[in-house]
């Protein structure tokens, strides 16, 4: 497993380093370090990172005086041991599995970079953003002209929803350029991609980005005062896409290419609205399974490997646009490994007869189910998505690397053992009551 760097530039963050740190830490890739770098705080931001550092070993802490985010960036990078780099902002928090997802594409994929989804928070609204399409390999070419059809998109200029190879970076000398305050980040993206052949586009959301008032998106609202800031980088912008294109084919892109300055970004907003925003919750009533119910409940144990097992299927369906219902329905018949009937999966799935029939018909027309007609019986489905088994799969390791975290292999053998007897037990009952 190789280790991730995860470098995170603070200022002032007394608010919210704790909340983005323990996303971090708490991420079920164990392989990481966090490089915490305090841009010379005025408040209690080091206090506060140096609680972080004494509770976990994998946090390396620096302290610098204030030059600015791109500052911050380098000493991070400078400090970096890993064989992946990744940011994250201060304001902002990344889903559990974000760092997981992306190596696993970049591992897969052998590319250079993997660019992933991301969720857009203002002011407790979260919606859903991505300008890719089709998740899969580009080429350079192929993602410049993606560029070009959304070039102001957070979802191309900023470092977050990045994962980055330290290799490229320090064997080519890549750095933040501190001289500029907006746009530093795109301009590492465009020296980055000049020495990259394929990239990775992950359908999944690997960060909560966080309106924060005051900040440069904000400001670029203003369309005067973003047009001039513009005409301080489009010569980067423009020195990128002359290098990836040959000669006839820059040309023709040139009008598009300028565009950029007048460009504003889609994906910039969350409005209570628009199709597809919802509201931050609480967790999901999870603070409700930790103190409403008692430690040895059922119940509690039941929802929580329930919600755990949901989570990592939405991470599924998010990458093949499938929904909850029809990765559950395949997940079953990859588990069972014989045609079912529509009973079989409503049992094995919780999902009613007509919601269980309507992800069929879904998976039965994407060709990764197939009607099996059996004369004199009820029709059986037959799992044909061989692309799927392996995440499929996948989710159990995942599933156990969770739930068995810090168990010995006595200890795992021991629970195996006594899971075994329970399930037999509830079984016998259950079957029993059904003869009668």
Same mark, same amino acid.
């Given at each position: 497993m190789e280790k991730v760097s995860v470098i995170v530039p603070v200022y002032n963050g007394e608010q919210r380093v704790e909340r983005c740190a323990e996303s971090i830490l708490s991420q079920d890739y164990p392989e990481l370090e966090l490089i915490l770098v305090d841009d010379g705080s005025r408040d209690s931001s080091f206090e506060l990172m140096r609680k972080i550092a004494a509770g976990d070993s994998r946090v390396k802490l620096v302290r610098k005086e204030n030059g600015g985010v791109s500052s911050a960036r380098n000493r991070g990078l400078s400090e970096a041991s890993g064989t992946y780099i990744q940011f994250a902002d201060v304001d902002d928090w990344l889903p559990m599995d974000a760092t997981k997802l992306m190596v696993r594409e970049? +591992? !897969? %994929?052998? !590319?250079?970079?993997v660019v992933g989804d991301f969720y857009r928070v203002v002011e407790g609204n979260v919606s859903k953003k991505g300008a890719i399409e089709k998740g899969g390999i580009l080429s350079l070419r192929a993602y410049a002209d993606q560029m070009m059809l959304g070039p102001a998109d957070l979802y191309f200029g900023v470092l977050w929803n990045k994962l980055y190879?330290?290799?490229?970076? +320090?064997?080519?000398?890549?750095?933040?350029?501190e001289s500029i305050s907006y746009s530093e980040d795109m301009i590492f993206n465009l020296e980055y991609l000049l020495h990259v052949q394929a990239i990775a586009v992950l359908k999944a959301p690997v960060y909560y980005y966080q309106y924060t008032k005051g900040s440069l998106v904000d400001q670029s609202l203003n369309l005067n005062a973003t047009v001039k800031m513009k005409k301080s980088v489009i010569g980067y912008y423009n020195d990128f896409f002359r290098s990836t294109f040959e000669t006839p084919d820059y040309k023709e892109r040139l009008p598009v290419i300028y565009s950029?300055?007048?460009? $504003?970004?889609?994906?910039?907003?969350?409005? %209570? *609205?628009?199709?597809?925003?919802?509201?931050?919750?609480?967790?999901?009533?999870? %603070? !409700?399974?930790? +103190?409403?119910?008692?430690?040895n409940s059922p119940l509690r144990s039941a929802i929580l490997r329930n919600r755990l097992l949901t989570r990592y299927m939405e991470s599924i369906g998010r990458r093949h646009s499938l929904d909850g219902a029809a990765v559950r329905l395949l997940y079953c018949m990859d588990k069972l490994g014989v045609p079912c009937t529509t009973e079989t999966l409503c049992t094995l799935t919780g999902l009613g007869k007509t919601a269980a029939l309507v992800a069929l018909a879904r998976l039965m027309a994407e060709g990764l189910v197939r009607r099996q007609l059996v004369s004199g019986q009820s029709d $059986? *489905? $037959? *799992?044909?998505?061989?692309?799927?088994?392996?995440?499929?799969?996948?989710?159990?390791?995942?599933?156990d690397a969770v739930c068995f975290d810090g168990f010995s292999d006595e200890e795992l053998s021991q629970y195996l053992e006594f899971q075994r007897r329970i399930d037999g037990s509830i079984l016998r009952r259950l079957r029993a009551e059904s003869a009668r």
């Open positions: 970049m +591992e !897969a %994929s052998g !590319a250079q970079l190879r330290r290799e490229i970076i +320090e064997l080519y000398s890549i750095r933040m350029d950029y300055l007048l460009a $504003v970004s889609r994906d910039s907003l969350a409005l %209570s *609205f628009m199709p597809g925003t919802k509201k931050l919750g609480d967790g999901g009533g999870l %603070s !409700a399974l930790s +103190e409403g119910l008692e430690e $059986v *489905f $037959v *799992f044909q998505a061989p692309e799927l088994r392996e995440e499929l799969r996948q989710l159990d390791r995942d599933m």
